[in-house]
């Protein structure tokens, strides 16, 4: 079973920046995709940032220039480095990590984190 530990997120003003930290339990890390999600009142969760277990990235086109996710494999921690933050951009981050093995899929969430972006 793999847990995902969050930390970084809070209240910032617009313009500010934050960095989201989560942290996987478990020696597989490296193997699993990464990505932030994030899901404000009423709308559907969406993906925010990925990164894959080889280190490619996608990013949503609302934060493409601002935000960025990286991995530290040997400290097996998942970050998103969010800079000019918006009033949108208020919601509440999730860290996922998945896997698929054949017809396996793993797919595990952390708690959330609340980012609030003041005007």
């Known amino acids: 079973q793999v847990q995902l530990v969050e930390s970084g997120g809070g209240l910032v003003q617009a313009g500010g920046s934050l960095r989201l930290s989560c942290v996987a339990s478990?020696?597989?890390?490296?193997?699993?995709?990464m990505g932030w999600y994030r899901q404000a009142p009423g709308n559907e969760r969406e993906l925010v940032a990925g990164?894959?277990?080889?280190?490619?990235?996608n990013y949503a086109d609302y934060v493409k220039g601002r935000f960025t996710i990286s991995r530290d494999n040997a400290k097996n921690t998942v970050y998103l480095q969010m800079n000019s933050l918006k009033p949108e951009d208020t919601a509440v981050y999730y860290c996922?990590?998945?896997?698929?093995?054949?017809?396996?899929?793993?797919?595990?969430w952390g708690q959330g984190t609340q980012v609030t972006v003041s005007s």
């Open positions: 996922n990590a998945r896997r698929v093995v054949l017809t396996l899929n793993f797919n595990y």
């Open positions: 478990g020696s597989a890390f490296s193997a699993f995709d």
């Open positions: 990164i894959t277990s080889a280190g490619g990235t």
